[in-house]
């Protein structure tokens, strides 16, 4: 008897760092978005994006912080273990959060294997660049993979006074090419000039995921409450709104409260 499953029935094959230096080295643009639960995992997971951060930006714009600094180690294992059981195609990255990319390096070795142990996701990101290569060194011996992250860095908020757009090109290309150097096997490069897009991109092999930098690199990155327009206030001038879910729920609603207030829901077909 055959035993084979049906092609229709084969789990799609893993995104893993050795199919994205492959999209970099066929010039296949890489697709990645937040996700923090598992009904938007699944959906995003089935659409073919390619990458699922588990961002520390969680705390912005689930939990409703001013920054990303509040959300912790186990915020973010509890949104990870959901997105990592979700996904069956993407690979899932998880943020180390403020400040455990900072602290002693074996605390952070430690923090990226409870990724790996405790959800089904496959790397982290650490934000930083020249500085952070010792210890994206370390932790990618201990067999922990590592995205970086250089340019705009959320975490350094208050050291930078603000959010703004880096242009340092001479720094930024070194911090990339140190990661690179260092083990990372991609690069998040975010808010700075194009032409600082371009140079990272230029200089280094593995892929760049960009945000708000440009359309040199390999792939891009969103914050999928952003992307559909499940927000309240401000949004960046990178980002391209494709929807708009905040109108869709709150009409809904409304349309909820008045059927309740007019008597007609529950109605016959809602009922036993």
């Known amino acids: 008897m055959d035993m084979t499953k049906p092609e229709s029935l084969k789990p799609p094959p893993r995104v893993t760092t050795r199919s ?3 999209m970099r080295r066929d010039g296949q643009s890489i697709s990645m978005l937040t996700a923090y639960d598992y009904p938007t995992a699944e959906i995003l997971d089935r659409a073919g994006i390619d990458i699922l951060l588990v961002g520390d930006s969680l705390a912005m714009v689930v939990q409703g912080h001013d920054t990303t600094l509040p959300v912790t180690m186990d915020q973010l294992i509890y949104h990870a273990e959901m997105v990592g059981r979700a996904a069956k195609r993407a690979m899932v990255v998880v943020d180390l959060p403020f400040p ?4 002693e390096i074996m605390r952070t070795v430690a923090c990226g294997a409870r990724v790996l142990k405790e959800t089904k996701c496959h790397a982290v990101k650490l934000e930083g660049g020249a500085e952070q290569a010792g210890r994206i060194e370390t932790m990618v011996t201990a067999g922990i993979p590592v995205m970086a992250h250089v340019g705009l860095r959320p975490q350094n908020v208050h050291v ?4 703004r757009v880096k ?3 001479k720094t930024l290309v070194n911090d990339a090419v140190a990661a690179e150097n260092a083990g990372a096997f991609a690069v998040l490069v975010e808010c700075v000039s194009t032409e600082v ?3 990272i991109n230029d200089a280094v092999n593995v892929p760049t995921i960009g945000i708000g930098a440009g359309g040199a690199t390999t792939g891009q990155v969103l914050v999928t409450n952003d992307l559909i327009g499940l927000t309240s206030g401000y949004s960046p001038k990178f980002v391209r709104k494709m929807a708009d879910v905040s109108t869709t729920i709150y009409e809904a ?4 409260r008045d059927a309740i207030a007019d008597n007609t829901f529950p109605g016959d077909a809602e009922s036993f």
């Open 253 to 256: 609603a409304i349309q909820y």
């Open 160 to 163: 930078e006074g603000g959010y």
């Open 197 to 199: 897009g371009q140079a």
């Open 20 to 22: 994205l230096a492959k």
């Open 167 to 169: 242009r340092e090109i």
């Open 100 to 103: 455990e990319g900072q602290l």
